[in-house]
């Protein structure tokens, strides 16, 4: 059995960020959005669309599916992760959740821009697997890792998962490219080929760290009366982060800025091809810088943490954050465009990674039911990401612009950078 902190098992317990890195980058980020938009407007001869007899516009009911199916994670966490934490199988239902985003990767495939109700059914279950499997993952970061290494440990998922993306997206790159010297008829074609690496990679790289990270199972058969131990085991948290004032407000804020931070990140495509012009060569080019300079983000405020404190790293990323949402209502250049982006990715590594590992080391030590603590939190970033995309899209569309939509999101950055300061986390965390 590898103990925490050994670099075998922290190796391993990272990879799965290299592994499913790839799908939030690809599919959600630099390709499939620009390929769902172009392949639409084809199909319905126009940004607007009909889906299942409702006539909508695209970007719009792409940000409604992104908060569709972050809805349905709100709702199955609590009552998974209860199970996970009674049984001791957190890595079961990880697995379960890898492969329902894998192959729902792979299936976008067939998506050609009529079938518009398979596509966003496909897009929808990907995401619930992404999702869903981060849940246990992150479960995980407390039995790999000791209370003072976390930082560096959660900054090295990142960071390979950055890095891991960077190498399938210029396989995709070139494969849109250099379509006729791999084979194939047409961009299209090669892009979609390029959902099926994602699902494969994906599945495939997810293996390490199943093989290296183990259940504590519990003997304890699954029946329909533990259906509700989730509920049970999320009051027991809840109850727990109502006393811990400084948890409380940790939470309360990283609510705030998980709806501006998570709807950037999953909608600056559409704004880029909306609002600016970007191709979809420019906007892979935008993505990597985006990545590579996650990468240095995610390990300078790790180190930045360990110097000043986790409340002064994540507030010095809010602070970036409201910036970017204000300049992108003026922004009208892409040359502007491709400094912001460089900001952007810079402070996107950093506030995930020492938001996920601020939380852990407010989890009260010897805690077991790890999964359930960080259903709560996943939860609570899901719900945002629901909250933060239904404002985004229904900003969209009644005032039918995406710069209304990019400044309002300063308001959950400012929200959740008022609350943080009042955690004092520099005096809680050591």
């Known amino acids: 059995m590898l103990e925490k902190n050994n670099a075998r098992l922290i190796n391993a317990w990272a990879s799965f960020d290299w592994s499913n890195s790839v799908y939030n980058l690809i599919v959600t980020t630099a ?176 293996q390490i760290s199943f093989y290296y990270l183990k259940d504590r199972a519990t003997g304890k058969p699954i029946t329909s009366d533990i259906i509700g131990h989730g509920t049970k085991e999320l009051k027991k948290v809840f109850m727990v982060v109502r006393n811990k004032k400084v948890m409380k407000r940790f939470l309360t804020a990283f609510f705030l800025f998980s709806m501006g931070v998570q709807t950037v990140m999953l909608l600056a495509p559409l704004f880029a091809d909306k609002e600016i012009g970007m191709g ?75 938001s996920r590992s601020t939380y852990s080391k407010l989890i009260p030590t010897g805690a077991i039911d790890t999964a359930s603590y960080f259903s709560f939190y996943d939860i609570t970033e899901k719900f945002a990401i629901v909250i933060g995309s239904l404002t985004y899209g229904f900003i969209d569309q009644i005032t039918g612009s995406m710069r209304y939509s990019m400044v309002f999101m300063s308001v959950f950055f400012i929200g959740g950078f008022i609350v943080l300061q009042l955690a004092n986390l520099k005096k809680n965390l050591i």
């Open 31 to 206: 390709i499939f959005p620009i390929y769902y938009l172009s392949t639409t407007e084809e199909a319905f001869g126009g940004e607007m669309v009909r889906f299942f007899g409702l006539h909508i516009k695209n970007s719009v009911l792409f940000s409604y599916a992104i908060s569709f199916s972050f809805f349905v994670i709100v709702f199955l966490s609590p009552i998974l992760s209860g199970i996970a934490d009674y049984s001791g199988l957190k890595k079961r239902f990880m697995q379960f959740f890898t492969y329902l985003g894998s192959l729902s990767c792979i299936g976008l495939y067939f998506f050609t821009g009529e079938n518009i109700e398979y596509g966003i059914a496909c897009s929808v279950l990907a995401s619930i697997g992404y999702a869903g499997s981060l849940v246990f993952y992150n479960g995980f970061l407390p039995e790999v890792s000791s209370n003072e290494r976390m930082d560096k440990v959660s900054a090295k998922g990142f960071a390979m998962g950055y890095t891991g993306s960077i190498i399938l997206l210029i396989l995709n790159l070139l494969l849109y490219q250099k379509y006729t010297l791999f084979g194939f008829e047409n961009g299209s074609s090669a892009t979609r080929f390029g959902f099926i690496l994602v699902g494969i990679w994906w599945m495939g790289f997810a």
């Open 280 to 354: 979809a060569d420019e906007m892979i080019y935008i993505v990597l810088i985006l990545q590579i300079l996650a990468i240095g983000g995610a390990y300078f405020f790790a180190w930045l943490s360990n110097l000043k404190g986790n409340g002064f790293a994540i507030s010095s990323t809010l602070i970036i954050w409201i910036i970017i949402c204000i300049s992108g209502y003026f922004m009208k250049d892409k040359i502007t465009f491709y400094s912001l982006a460089a900001f952007l990715g810079f402070v996107m590594g950093g506030i995930q990674s020492i």
